[in-house]
């Protein structure tokens, strides 16, 4: 008979000297939405720890944490969720939800867990069918980016934070979609930030009880400062930020100022190959002093400044000294083509006129061009986000208009 002892499992498990049989998971590096959330409260904690007080709108540095803390009071499911982190009150007297199963059967307030036929579970009598879809689009189509495909996007965020905290970009309500929704561009949706890095639109019609309409639609590609991103529907996402969101101006130096590729990023091996500038006349001529809105757009190879250091001498500057209104400097691109384009957009808005500025010398420039500055900023812009062909200049009502 065998003396050996029998080993049962117990035995086995107590005896993992190396700890082989442990079953510890690997900690995931993606946070959930329920974490993230929980962290951007953590940040408006941490401002009020240091502060003494809750973010308001004095700043531009504190407006991104006002907004959300405004948003989350107005957010019954986040305010209950976050409670129990409010250790300095912000959210206030939260009522918690019926939890019972009885509770929950009596508070059918909507009949969900009614067993009709027809299904009405899916119908919903006060939301239009638009309004249901973008409502839905928003929320569901939001995922995590990889770690790795986040990091440069992140350096970005933050980039655009401390340029916001200085005074670079500035915090503006957004109306109007398609004329201030477009690629390249930041914007804020319940205080989170947001990079509009792709979308690819089309002109579509809608058909309506006033007449059909037509307007830009299609997907993007949007990735927000907490690490996700989603292909929202483009109008969906504008009206996000209509209803609950700001825009981000562009900085001076940025898309004001210069064009880039690769969505307003500069790199070192980028090379510049010229300027485009917009002027103002400082001539007193009769037929030039008294025409509002009247610019020149050229292009230049050489740094604006030395280009114009003679141009009271020059035809092409109407024999007068000149203004710099703004310059733009190309990187990756065919400046001249880029004036060209210009100049084609706005042609039915080109100065016509043949003067005599010096005496025996007349001119005629196709330079200038009679339209609103903020209009010409709107081209560019345009030019950038490759929307250019949808467009159409109004020389009567002096604006943009889709085709």
């Keep these: 008979m065998s003396n050996k002892k029998k080993i049962s499992l117990d035995d086995i498990f107590n005896d993992d000297e190396f700890g082989l049989l442990d079953s510890t998971s690997k900690a995931s590096n993606i946070k959930t939405a329920d974490q993230r959330l929980i962290d951007s409260f953590e940040e408006i904690n941490a401002f009020v720890d240091k502060n003494g007080r809750e973010?308001?709108?004095?700043?531009?540095?504190?407006?991104g944490l006002f907004a959300r803390l405004k948003n989350i009071r107005e957010n019954e499911q986040q305010k209950h969720s976050l409670k129990p982190y409010d250790r300095h009150n912000l959210l206030g007297k939260v009522e918690i939800p019926k939890t019972s199963?009885?509770?929950i059967l009596n508070d059918d307030e909507f009949g969900l867990l009614e067993t009709d036929s027809d299904?009405?579970?899916?119908?919903?009598?006060?939301?239009?069918?638009?309004?249901?879809r973008e409502k839905a689009d928003f929320v569901a189509q939001r995922k995590p980016l990889k770690e790795a495909d986040f990091?440069?996007?992140?350096?970005?965020?933050?980039?655009?934070h401390q340029e916001i905290k200085v005074g670079k970009r500035q915090i503006k309500p957004f109306h109007n979609i398609e004329k201030n929704l477009h690629v390249g561009n930041f914007y804020l949706i319940d205080g989170v930030m947001l990079y509009l890095k792709e979308a690819k639109l089309e002109k579509a019609v809608r058909e309506l009880k006033s007449g059909d309409r037509e307007r830009i639609e299609g997907r993007t590609f949007t990735i927000f400062?907490?690490?996700?991103?989603?292909?929202?529907?483009?109008?969906?996402?504008?009206k996000q930020i209509q209803k609950s969101g700001k825009l981000i101006t562009n900085t001076h130096e940025g898309i004001n100022n210069e064009l880039y590729v690769n969505a307003g990023m500069v790199f070192e091996d980028d090379i510049k190959t010229g300027w485009i500038y917009v002027l103002k006349s400082k001539s007193n001529h009769p037929?030039?002093?008294?025409?509002?809105?009247?610019f020149k757009i050229g292009f230049s190879s050489t740094p604006l400044d030395e280009r114009i250091k003679n141009a009271k001498n020059e035809a092409t500057y109407l024999h007068?000294?000149?203004t710099k209104v703004s310059s733009y400097a190309c990187y990756n691109r065919n400046a001249h083509k880029l004036e060209q384009m210009l100049h084609r957009f706005f042609a039915e808005a080109c100065l016509n006129v043949d003067i005599e500025i010096i005496k025996g010398k007349r001119i005629t420039p196709r330079e200038w061009f009679v339209v609103p500055f903020e209009e010409i900023e709107r081209a560019i812009e345009l030019i950038?986000?490759?929307?250019?062909?949808?467009?159409?200049?109004?020389r009567e009502i002096e604006k943009i208009i889709l085709k």
Excluded: C, W
């Design 119 to 132: 299904l009405s579970i899916f119908k919903y009598k006060h939301i239009s069918k638009e309004e249901e």
């Design 320 to 322: 007068a000294d000149v």
């Design 55 to 63: 973010p308001n709108t004095s700043s531009m540095s504190e407006y």
């Design 384 to 394: 950038l986000n490759e929307q250019i062909v949808n467009y159409k200049y109004d």
């Design 287 to 294: 037929a030039i002093s008294g025409i509002k809105n009247l």
């Design 151 to 160: 990091k440069p996007y992140e350096a970005m965020f933050q980039k655009v």
């Design 101 to 103: 199963i009885d509770d």
């Design 225 to 238: 400062e907490n690490g996700t991103y989603s292909n929202m529907l483009y109008r969906s996402l504008g």
